[in-house]
Nanobody
Framework: QVQLVESGGGLVQAGGSLRLSCAAS????????LGWYRQAPGEQRELVAT???????NYADSVKGRFTISRANAKNTVYLQMNSLKPEDTAVYYC????????????????WGQGTQVTVSS
């Protein structure tokens, strides 16, 4: 019922910047929390940043001061501005929507995007 499509990944040198976008579409009534997670090869998926519908944000310690999450509620879109990138930021980045209320079915749901690769070269 909901699709999340990420864009903006790619290859960048250390110290560079990238901006990820994630657009949600489908029978969406509301989305409480949007977020970004990442998974490096051989590692577990980890939280990068989240933002609630009210604008409250949460960041992993490893990205504080370098990454900024934002959302455009009217567009059902969440962004991740990544500055001062490091090689250890290399991973597949996944968009997440949690606490999603649908127009057609009761309940709260969680959805994931397909992921976008971010590679930071040293």
């Amino acid at each position: 019922q909901v699709q999340l499509v990420e864009s903006g990944g790619g290859l960048v040198q250390a110290g560079g910047s990238l901006r990820l976008s994630c657009a949600a579409s489908g029978s969406i009534f509301s989305m409480n929390e949007l977020g970004w997670y990442r998974q490096a090869p051989g590692e577990q998926r980890e939280l990068v940043a989240t933002i609630t519908s009210g604008g409250s944000t949460n960041y992993a310690d490893s990205v504080k001061g370098r990454f900024t999450i934002s959302r455009a509620n009217a567009k059902n879109t969440v962004y991740l501005q990544m500055n001062s990138l490091k090689p250890e930021d290399t991973a597949v980045y996944y968009c997440n929507a949690d606490g999603v209320r649908l127009l057609t079915i009761r309940g709260l749901y969680r959805y994931w995007g397909q992921g976008t690769q971010v590679t930071v070269s040293s």
